[in-house]
Nanobody, 115 residues
Framework: QVQLVESGGGLVQPGGSLKLSCAAS????????MRWYRQALGKERELVAS????????NYADSVKGRFTISRDNTKNTVYLEMSSLKPEDTAVYYC????????WGQGTQVTVSS
């Protein structure tokens, strides 16, 4: 019943920006921390950013600090990831995640940064 649906990925040039969205359903959204992960081809999935249920605590991977912003709108059951100053190494499939006993994942959205 838990469902996470990412959107907003695409092809952008280095230095460009994208905003990803994750629409959540099937659980009490505001009660749970939300996370964004990414997985580049041939690499392990890595945690990019997390945000607590009411948005009070936010964490970022060192590689994206200052460039990415995670936020959530609990009235819309949606978590966002704003990405700027994108680099080729940001190319990956980006996944929305919530832990409710175990990990739930969206289908992922592809972000490709290339000139």
């Amino acid at each position: 019943q838990v469902q996470l649906v990412e959107s907003g990925g695409g092809l952008v040039q280095p230095g460009g920006s994208l905003k990803l969205s994750c629409a959540a359903s099937g659980f009490t959204f505001s009660s749970y921390a939300m996370r964004w992960y990414r997985q580049a081809l041939g690499k392990e999935r890595e945690l990019v950013a997390s945000i607590t249920g009411t948005g009070g605590k936010i964490n970022y991977a060192d590689s994206v600090k200052g460039r990415f912003t995670i936020s959530r709108d609990n009235t819309k059951n949606t978590v966002y990831l704003e990405m700027s100053s994108l680099k080729p190494e940001d190319t990956a499939v980006y996944y929305c995640n919530v832990v409710i006993r175990f990990h739930y994942w969206g289908q992922g959205t592809q972000v490709t940064v290339s000139s």
